[in-house]
């Protein structure tokens, strides 16, 4: 009986894609390398902010001083922008609530760097409290690692087979598989169906309704 859902952050619950975009977009062009449209983003984000910077830089991230230049002005530029444009998803926050009146907890697990999660939550869900937000922690490997999720579960109070895992990207499949948790896509996100079935995905939710309904065959 499943008595927690963790959720992947970005692409999942929270549209963050313009921010992460313009914050990096700022970096490369401070260092004369070529801004990358938004809809790239969509498949730079996921494996954490290094890769998110590598994967934008192209070739030019082999050039390790000028990967920490862009490095340090895209963290100074994020950290004053990452919600300007960040946003819940549709029907989110109504889930949330849903799932809170039926006493199942409720976590975060992100990639992004620890200390963004918490002040993103707080604008896209100011009414919800999660049981434990987490974002990349250095004592831990990022996903599709299992490491974190099975710590942030323990420090729940909850077993593996008690979880129910969530994300938009087949890192989060991985990640769910890795640490043997049941598991659902959302079609909404970064990467879309397709990604998410072929790294098997039992099920896609196309709204966080259907994901809901989902979910509660498990409670
Ligand atoms: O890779 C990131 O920085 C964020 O990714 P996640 O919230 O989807 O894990």
Known sequence: MVKMVVFDLDGTLINSLTDLAISVNYGLKL???EEKPVENYKT??????????????????????????????YDRHYAVHCNDHTAAYDGCAEMLEKLAQKGIKTGVLSNKP?????????????NHKFTQAWGQKPQYKT?????????????????????????????????????????????????????????????????????????????
Do not use: Q
């Open 44 to 73: 730079y984000v996921g494996n954490g902010r290094e890769m998110l910077i590598r994967r934008a830089m192209g070739d030019a991230w082999t050039d390790h001083e000028l990967f920490e230049k862009v490095k340090a002005d």
């Open 31 to 33: 260092n004369r390398l």
């Open 114 to 126: 620890d200390e963004f999660v918490d002040k993103m939550l707080k604008k896209a869900f100011p």
């Open 143 to 219: 996903k599709p690692e299992p490491d974190a999720l099975l710590a942030l579960l323990n420090m729940s109070g909850v077993t593996p087979e008690e979880c129910f895992y969530v994300g938009d990207s087949d890192v989060d499949v991985f990640t769910a598989n890795n640490a043997g948790i049941k598991m659902a896509g959302v079609s909404w996100g970064f990467r879309g169906k397709n990604e998410l079935m072929n790294a098997g995905a039992p099920f896609v939710a196309d709204t966080a309704e259907e994901l809901f309904d989902y979910i509660c065959k498990f409670i």
